[in-house]
């Protein structure tokens, strides 16, 4: 029998720079038409939630269906006053970035629903190990901005002692795992975490957070095999955005299933959400950690969102894909919608919201001046190198002693 | 004092921890109901229950990555790899994650854990159950890497490695669980319960890590080693007829370098065997420090006998295996030149 | 709120040594009753085929139902000799091992059905790579079993020059890849291989196995993603005997959802398959090699077993299950089953049975006359120990030249 | 004759391998339509389309394993790991399977693939994009490790690996991508453009790998170095005022013994650079060697000038890495001792 030859299937976005934006192939269902299951329910009735998206908010800025977290106008207010702060935050530093006063940052442009409505969504004692596009989860937990510019500026009260490259944050006060600089550790170590819990007789759950790119490591696998066999009382969350650095979805599998449906294989349940609707992400993910708290396990949460931002600043997105993409995201932008859901309620106006964005950025420029009064990269020269060999161990061994020594001679000669 | 062989060592240090501690627990595959495809774990289910001691997915990472995580809660996992050859899937969640946790975090993290691996050849396990990666790990800063050589040290080291803070590596060189194999194949296998170093107290007690044991005294040469090589470098040294200091390592990193120095001053001469590869194996960390540090005492060329850079071959085991024969060929070398 | 404390699930297995064995949680559906698809049907019409179970003999031994393969009874006379025969092989070799003629030895006792029908429905240019329980697949592709012989006793006339374990053959002839002692790692080669045969326009697809509890590696998640993105030529099998080494298929993920269902997540089809029926078996792979040849992508296929024998030679399984627990195993027998279907198509008798094992049989021992010929483990004494230097690189390098200088000296002297 | 940096010089290697051998193709993460973070593959997929060069799932393990079984089937394929220190999830395959595959079947199946990866630190990456893990792999036997220093060396050392038919990491110091780099962060670089060795042949041509260069000739000392410490050891031999004799490895293993030993026998003295923790790194190899062939010619102990045994720490990257300063001053030491 003679044969055709076979072909190499390499996927490939709709659009790239140069042609017009083409989302045709994303279908939007309308708000409010999931209904909401009991979360005791069995993940093999459940599969068909790994395929859909859940919504709460429609076109018109109402919030509809059995997924409305019923959130008071305050709530509402804190969660945007959260976002509208990330965001702010998010431009300045970019911007002091580019004036050399840090190496590296990255925002979360686009995608502040998530580490904002997440965190309100769970317990403040519950622990977080984040990727690091998740800075919406500090701000939320009331992590003082000066904390994090101190860290990006590896000045003298840097948290860090200057180790780490910016934004790789590590807050145990605040229950935020130490950001890994590389791709997915952080999510066995979720699961780990959460099965100590458990161990321990504790109530407090563990959350995790990757990227669509992301879910191809091996850690991936490695988490949601371990939280179904131990049925770990965790959240793991899949932050789907559209891009991983200059690969668009696809390259992770995203042309044939959805990132939620990978649950489902494990028989996890799965909740696939707007990742753009404030209300959509707190509702998932309370009826998430309900379930976790409840005993019943793990649960994974796609949340469908647009990287708007670049990768990071190393990143120029006009070398992968049009410019505009992010403007017409069919789900549109998190901070606009869940004001105009306020402002449909009668409880927000455009007149409040730019005073709030005002006093946003008053607030991150007055932590800037505290931050750097601290100092900003190399402006002072950091002051204690002779740090840099602690915490290598708990105790600094005699070897690091002897090139901690040889090190400072050096550098009193070489001066 | 009992009489235990090694894995009967391993297991009551295990054992005690879990006792002492409830935060210790032990995991991996086929360490609960079953006990450990080399019974290391044996009783240890039965005795604390299910959720303290179990089996896991066949997945390394995924076991020291959950090890991780129990860390960062403050619990102390025990997790047993199956063989060291085993250990690679592991890799960046041992070097990424659990070395450089407490650094990234200024302390803010840490990942107290242990992991224990059989390594070593000499049991016709082939190229995949004969590895002994020990050097990787000695390169990896933030680690601990322990290789005990006899019952009682490893049992006291173990105990040691589980209350130590940071994560520690503890491999068991795995043929020498029965007895003290000195590398001649060819005759009986005297085992622990007839060796002095099998008396080991059924009680708590910890040998501290990065303290090297001169295992025989001796004027012409130093002879260094670790694990199964202990014996078979004793074996050598008596054979040889010449006198040679004998120092087991126990602790790879930290590393006891004053006793190695203060040795290799005394004789003027040093042999490194070991039983993994040669090139960039622990042996040229060895080399490095002593020439550093006895640079003008020494008398001859520190040599290295080692595994060849080869695979383990099954059929050309002993082939393979540093012999006493070649030990003691080295020791002459190094007394000639 | 107070709340429970939480708790570790730890999953445990329905009966031990000990106890009664307890099959209860196994539904067996009816053979014939699942329909077969197009081979183009897309993988989100197929979900329920995970969680299906194919199945073509019937209690009374009829091949019923759309699967069918409706093979000769030739075909069907020569699986049946393929599967005896590796069951006297692997009867034989144990003994031998025992007998300290070698180091180690593994059976595939009760999992026949699987490399035999496997090979039987692929091509035998189609490039396997398997795990260390498939050696039906050499069977079926007429490796003489005197070449597996010499492996197994690392004699002058192996293959791999005395360097692998037992039973870790290499046969490129046989398009039969190097099996690894490290589980897995066959499964994106395979996946890669599969790429590179389309890349190049080739018509040959590759095949992978691993057991269930092998799912649980990185390697498993690396296949079916890049499976998935890149539509590779491949058939991906998983076969699921209940069993990894002492660990029960529980703590693999079995608990929750069957193996096959892992495909579903990736946007794979999968068929799951009652891998001790010779027919099913050959169907689903016929399907799935249809498919792959068509340009339409991967298929996982789980077969569902039992390990009737030990792990290994090292492996007592007394110690962690019920001993009768394989008498019992609800799927029966792979060549019982085939041999009835035989009798009740009229092609087949109890005589001419045991006359085929005892002409297997005597192939083995003909064979193992000619092997042992050749010498076992160790006797004689292996003659070329100088090879342990080749093939680590293509050439010899200096230093590897030296070092054999210096062990051929050494063992000079030391005679 | 073209002037090249040495990402130019990469991708010019690859380009002309595509172009002779269409069995050649190129992925990694970013590397297709993008052309790499690093654009090391720019204008590859635009020229031998998207089946040929192309995006990969983030998942370093399955990229090698992929590789793996296309080296198998026949092909060459040549895969950029983002970053050296994201090379753990590949361990596996690259140690257990990769370097093993011709050993254990006895050459019935091989593996001739190219691992490409950017290493080493001076860009303020952090402790997770400026890593030197060179002496993890060249403890493997079956693997070839090579390192350039200069467009030059690295195209005619690329097209070599890639003809290779046994894989070969190929270590890419990113540091030195754009210019010579020697250490004296606080002045400008120079461009390769100005540097004769960002002369590079547009046309196909080789360099043995194995073959070390001496890049600066000298008698009082030889120091020896691969990847950007070549240039810091330039300036560092020039700042001295001792006449020390310069080697750049190139190519770690296999390594070029010959070319070492006769220096040292020559100059009687040697000090050895790396970026990479010092503890167990390449330079332990290196001093293991000199000081067994050149024994009796050392005027004083090998110096290793090495990164510190701690991570790379963000903010006090100068303090950390090498600096021509520490390499002239380990230098004069080896003259006084
Ligand atoms: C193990 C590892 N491989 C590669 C990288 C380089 N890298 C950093 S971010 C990134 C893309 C991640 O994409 P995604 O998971 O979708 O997260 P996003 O950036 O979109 O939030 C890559 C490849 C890394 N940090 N770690
Ligand atoms: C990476 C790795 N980890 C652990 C082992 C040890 N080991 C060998 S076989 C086995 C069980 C495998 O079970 P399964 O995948 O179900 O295959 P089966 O033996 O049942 O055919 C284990 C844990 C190994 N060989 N490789
Ligand atoms: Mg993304
Ligand atoms: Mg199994």
Redesign the pocket.
Known sequence: MSRAPLQLHIPAPTCRPGDAVDFSGITVPAAGILKRPAEDTPPEQMRDYAYGLIRVLDESGHAVGDWNPKLSADTLRTGLRHMVLTREFDERMVKLQRQGKTSFY?KCTG?EAIGVAQAMALDDRDMLFP???QQGLLVARGCPLVRLMNQIFSNTRDNLKGRQLPIMYSEPDYGFFSIS?????QYPQAVGWAMASAYSGDTRIAAGW??????A?ADFHYALTFATVYQAPVVLNV???????S?F?GI?GGERATFAARAVGYGLPALRVDGNDFLAVYAATKWAAERARSNLGATVIELYTY?AAP??TSDDPAGYRPADEAKNWPLGDPVERLKQHLIALGEWSEERHSALIAEMQEQVMAQLKEAMSYGVLGDPAPNDPGSMFEDVLKEVPGRLLMQREQMLALRRKEV | MARMNMIQAINSAMDIAMERDPKVLVFGEDVGYFGGVFRATAGLQKKYGKQRCFDTPIAEGGIVGAAVGMGVYGLRPVVEIQFSDYIYPAF?QLVSEAARLRYRSAGGFTAPITVRTPCGGGIFGGQTHSQSPEAIFTHVCGLTTIMPSNPYDAKGLLLSAIEDDDPVIFFEPKRIYNGPFDGHHDRPLTPWTKHALGEVPEDYYTIELGKAKIVRPGDQVTVIAYGTMVHVCLAAAEESGIDAEVIDLRSLLPLDLDTLVASVKKTGRCVIVHEATKTCGYGAELVSLIQEHCFYHLESPIERVTGWDTPYPHAYEWDYFPSPYRVSQAIKKVMED
């Open positions: 990255i995608e990727s690091y596009r600089g590389n791709l997915g550790t990757v990227g669509d790119g992301t879910t490591e932050v789907n955005n559209q891009w991983a650095i690969s979805q992770a990287r990768h990071s | 960046d």
